[in-house]
């Protein structure tokens, strides 16, 4: 089966820094590691892992984006929890790619209440700007993580 148009491009590791906020937390500042891997197959392997300025260990989480023709899927699973299953329109051109994704989660008996998430990657050359958006813990759908990230040899 041949790989979608868009992997080449989205296919690499991403690293810079981001912000955190949401009502119920104190705003943060992280960094960020992110990739996305071809593994032969018609989807790429993701991972991200996040960590204070610091140095600190914040987040991580895995899993796999699958893209057929101007749809993408997306599964994600977190330590904390909670999975994600995300779908979404990709917007194409030759500038910049933009997959726009609305998911729905399952959470563990003992983890934080996450009701949907939304997450917005813009790959634009070398550089990856990604929003995402979560309702949880009794609260609507509001910002809670921006990064900027930059293409790593």
Known sequence: MTSHPAFERIAGAWS???FGEY??????EYREET???DVGKPFL?????TWSPDGTP???ETGYLRLVGDWAEFTIA?????????EGHIDLTDERIVLHLT??????????????????????GNDLTVNFDMAAVGCQM???????LMRTP
């Open 16 to 18: 810079g820094s981001g």
């Open 23 to 28: 009502p119920t937390i104190d705003d943060f």
């Open 35 to 37: 990739e996305f891997r």
């Open 45 to 49: 392997a993701y991972s991200q892992r």
């Open 58 to 60: 914040m987040h991580v």
């Open 78 to 86: 977190q330590p904390t929890g909670q999975t994600e299953l995300l």
């Open 103 to 124: 998911g729905r989660v399952l959470n563990t008996s003992t983890a934080k209440n996450v009701e949907m998430t939304k997450r917005r990657f813009v790959f634009a």
């Open 142 to 148: 509001t910002r809670h993580l921006t990064a900027q």
